[in-house]
């Protein structure tokens, strides 16, 4: 009913329409967002781990642990590869993938890891799958001819991430 409201509202008074070209409008596009979320769900691996026979919690709050730690490892493995999709799909062009033709088999490889880390609980998938996205961090930042750092991240798990240096 709102929207026939607004649809009727429109037809008199005629507002102007936004529109937008492309996913990301003016070309905003940074990795970090899918290094976090990978990186997330290591941590949240080492969450699941941690819990494992561990005493006193009672069996309800370890299920709900155990879930709330499960959704959250599976939706940020779906928003790392999201991200990745996002940037490799909008943002890198011809040029790119001809000077890193490496691109397209790096993204195929985030997209099998993610896959992997929400299947399993598997910490070295799960850093495998920081790490191929750091490669492709550091791909971008190339292709913006930004200089990169590695650093451990501030918080757990602590693995390293790629930078900008700006």
Not at 39 to 59: A, F, N, Q, Y
Not at 65 to 85: G, N, Q
Not at 135 to 157: D, H, L, N, S, V
Request: glycine letters at 4%; charged letters at 25%.
């Amino acid at each position: 009913m709102f929207y026939q409201v607004l649809a009727q509202l429109d037809n008199m008074v005629h507002f102007p329409r936004a529109q937008a070209h492309c996913d990301v409008p003016c070309g905003i596009y940074d990795p970090i967002t899918a290094q976090i979320a990978a990186l997330t769900v290591v941590r949240m691996v080492d969450l699941i781990k941690d819990i494992e026979g561990k005493e006193p919690l009672s069996k309800s709050d370890y299920h709900n642990s155990l879930s709330r730690y499960i959704t959250v490892k599976e939706e940020h493995a779906e928003k790392a590869k999201h991200e990745i999709r996002v940037i490799w799909g909008d943002y890198f062009k011809a040029q790119h993938l001809e000077k890193f033709p490496q691109t397209n088999e790096l993204v195929h490889k985030i997209m099998e890891l993610g896959s992997k880390a929400r299947q399993t609980t598997d910490r070295k998938i799960a850093e495998q799958f920081v790490e191929a996205i750091n490669e492709f961090a550091q791909i971008f930042w190339e292709t913006k001819g930004i200089q990169t750092k590695r650093a451990k991240a501030p918080y757990a798990p602590a693995l390293e991430l790629v930078y900008p240096i700006l």
